[in-house]
């Protein structure tokens, strides 16, 4: 492991966690415009740790849906990371429980780009931590900061916040859709499909409803050709 390698890899590892550990403010200021108090907010990320379910969650609470419809967005959204962790196990090989809880805990979409881009097995396992936990204490410090700052602002401002969720999901979403991206086509397509049934469904279904239907249509249109 050369000197520059190493240094290549902590640069993009913590330029990276910093910049989406940033969007923990905006979590914070959601998580408090759905009726959340700071901890509950902090708490949220500090467990869930996966910032589409957990603006996914905040938005059907804000949008006055019942727990088991935001409950069941997050986890729908979670699943992602399943598969990351199935593609991270060979390549970090975290021994015993307590490294596997904590390795499974950090598995994102981030930390699991940085290790599986990075040249060999050793840079990978500083890149996925180093990643990890940059974005882990960014984000949460910055969801006390989002949350807390919320709290304090007044009605008229508060109201303003309904612009956060849709805001920090474009945010992290556009990346994804740009030409440069894997297969931007079929991804514009799928994200257009699911934000068409959620629209369609919104007038006839409760809320929170057409967020767990939307997901579940785009997890059907993701599946690999051929699948069962």
């Given at each position: 492991?050369?000197?520059?390698?190493?240094?290549?890899?902590?640069?993009d590892?913590?330029?990276?966690?910093?910049?989406?550990g940033?969007?923990?403010?905006?979590?914070?200021?959601?998580?408090?415009?759905?009726?959340l108090?700071?901890?509950?907010?902090?708490?949220?990320?500090?467990?869930?740790?996966t910032?589409a379910?957990?603006f996914?969650?905040v938005?059907v609470?804000?949008?006055?849906?019942?727990?088991p419809?935001a409950?069941?967005?997050?986890?729908?959204?979670?699943?992602?990371?399943?598969v990351?962790?199935?593609?991270l196990?060979?390549?970090?090989a975290?021994?015993?429980?307590?490294r596997?809880?904590?390795?499974?805990?950090?598995?994102?979409?981030e930390?699991?780009?940085?290790?599986?881009?990075a040249?060999?097995?050793?840079?990978?396992?500083?890149?996925f931590?180093?990643?990890?936990?940059?974005?882990?204490?960014?984000?949460?410090?910055?969801?006390l900061?989002?949350a807390?700052?919320?709290?304090?602002?007044?009605?008229?401002?508060?109201?303003?916040?309904?612009a956060?969720?849709?805001a920090?999901?474009?945010?992290?979403?556009w990346?994804?859709?740009?030409?440069?991206?894997?297969?931007?086509?079929?991804?514009?397509?799928?994200?257009?499909?699911g934000?068409?049934?959620?629209?369609?469904?919104?007038?006839?279904?409760?809320?929170?409803?057409?967020?767990?239907?939307?997901?579940?249509?785009?997890?059907?249109?993701?599946?690999?050709?051929?699948?069962?």
């Amino acid at each position: 492991m050369s000197r520059a390698a190493r240094t290549a890899v902590l640069r993009d590892a913590v330029g990276l966690g910093v910049a989406v550990g940033l969007y923990g403010v905006a979590f914070g200021a959601a998580a408090d415009a759905a009726g959340l108090d700071p901890w509950q907010a902090l708490v949220t990320s500090l467990l869930m740790f996966t910032g589409a379910s957990q603006f996914a969650m905040v938005g059907v609470l804000g949008a006055g849906g019942g727990g088991p419809a935001a409950i069941g967005s997050a986890l729908l959204l979670g699943t992602r990371n399943t598969v990351y962790g199935v593609r991270l196990a060979p390549l970090l090989a975290p021994r015993g429980l307590a490294r596997r809880l904590g390795t499974a805990q950090w598995v994102i979409d981030e930390t699991t780009a940085l290790a599986v881009a990075a040249p060999d097995r050793g840079l990978a396992r500083l890149a996925f931590l180093t990643g990890g936990a940059t974005i882990y204490l960014v984000w949460n410090a910055t969801t006390l900061v989002g949350a807390l700052g919320a709290a304090a602002l007044g009605e008229t401002a508060q109201a303003a916040l309904d612009a956060v969720v849709p805001a920090a999901f474009l945010a992290l979403l556009w990346p994804r859709l740009r030409a440069g991206a894997e297969e931007p086509a079929v991804a514009r397509r799928v994200a257009l499909g699911g934000a068409v049934v959620a629209l369609v469904l919104t007038p006839f279904v409760p809320a929170g409803v057409q967020v767990v239907a939307a997901v579940v249509a785009v997890a059907l249109a993701g599946r690999p050709r051929g699948a069962a």
